[in-house]
């Protein structure tokens, strides 16, 4: 391997140790506190009989969630994306993998992104950079290279220009994201017609982001906004410089909080948009759903679990299924459609986020 080669790779488990060990996440939260859902006294429901299952891209998921994009390209991830695979083939939900980056560059990595090909999931969702589409040249093969690895259902895309600027081997061109709108469709007019989703971070989407995303063709957004993991603060414990360290340090609670990215990107946006950053029960992710989104992502939970075994993923999942399915029963709500319709209240901090 090159120098290059094995940076990414031990980078990759750098940030997984980090994520496991270190006090990560936003402290400024994702704003679903500023939600209310209005209570039924007269709930009119079974609560045995409620059904969570969604339609997402012509596929069905058991309950609007997926394990979001986690990991991959390292020791450790072969053993994390099987117990979450084995997890979420029980239960039919989600799932993506980490950055296939690593994947693409030694392809004795592939099998820590392969290993879910072993279980029968759903719905599985691919991993590529955007800025790695202008600064390496990629092009439609790379993305049926990427496809086929792990027989995909869908490609996310993901932008990440806060990791980047303060990453001090990052790359930080982002300019000429145009480029994407010809090669996806090529993609599909020459491999096949799967989904695109851009994806973000953890910083978020504005609601300008959407209309360039929307232009640009992707069929589906995931907001991935503030409020669950900074990778400000994962590339904080990462720096030894100190004065980079300290640059770093002013944007660990930089960006749009999840449900001000859901609601600013619902307003122009037709295609599916996936609510992620800072999901940690079935309250957010019922508000998710009642302000916009059609399904949910879930990680630093789900990295935790997965490090100990797929029995303690199956308890994460279903603990927030089960949550989901109690705000359901308490709003009326006998499935994901009824809920779409509920009735919500936006106050305080969230409310100026929509008015400006």
Not at 24 to 40: A, N, Q, S
Not at 112 to 128: C, H, Q
Request: aromatic content about 8%.
């Amino acid at each position: 391997m090159s120098n290059n080669k094995e940076s990414i790779e031990f980078r990759k488990l750098e940030h997984l140790l980090v994520c496991n060990y270190c006090d990560v996440e936003y402290k400024k939260g994702t704003l679903f506190k500023d939600i209310e859902l209005i209570h039924r006294g007269v709930s009119n429901c079974n609560l045995l009989d409620i059904d969570t299952s969604i339609n997402l891209f012509g596929k069905k998921l058991d309950a609007p969630l997926i394990v979001a994009a986690i990991t991959g390209g390292h020791s450790k991830a072969e053993e994390i994306n099987k117990n979450i695979a084995k997890a979420v083939e029980e239960l039919n939900l989600g799932m993506g993998v980490g950055s296939q980056r690593a994947g693409l560059l030694n392809s004795n990595l592939w099998s820590t992104y392969s290993i879910v090909n072993d279980y029968d999931i759903p719905f599985i969702m691919g991993n590529l950079g955007a800025v790695n589409f202008i600064k390496d040249g990629w092009d439609e093969e790379i993305i049926d290279i990427s496809v086929n690895m792990i027989n995909a259902d869908a490609m996310a895309i993901h932008f990440n220009p806060l990791q980047e600027a303060i990453q001090p081997e990052g790359d930080i061109d982002f300019k000429g994201i145009h480029i994407l709108k010809d090669i996806m469709l090529n993609y599909k007019q020459k491999y096949k017609n799967i989904p695109f989703i851009a994806k973000q971070v953890g910083e978020g989407f504005s609601k300008e982001d959407a209309i360039t995303l929307k232009n640009l063709g992707f069929d589906g957004i995931d907001v991935g906004g503030s409020g669950g993991t900074s990778w400000a603060a994962v590339e904080y414990y990462r720096i030894k410089d100190e004065e980079f360290k300290n640059f770093s340090k002013k944007f660990l609670e930089w960006g749009i909080p999840t449900a001000a990215s859901v609601l600013l990107v619902k307003s122009v946006f037709p295609g599916t948009i996936i609510a992620t950053g800072g999901i940690r029960s079935g309250i957010d992710m019922a508000k998710s759903i009642v302000i916009g989104a059609h399904c949910c992502g879930v990680a630093l939970p789900i990295l935790r679990a997965a490090l100990r075994s797929y029995e303690e993923v199956v308890k994460v999942l279903e603990k927030m299924i089960k949550e989901l399915k109690t705000v359901m029963f308490l709003t009326g709500c006998d499935n994901i459609e009824s809920l779409k319709k509920s009735k919500y209240i936006i106050k305080n901090e969230l409310k100026e986020w929509i008015k400006e």
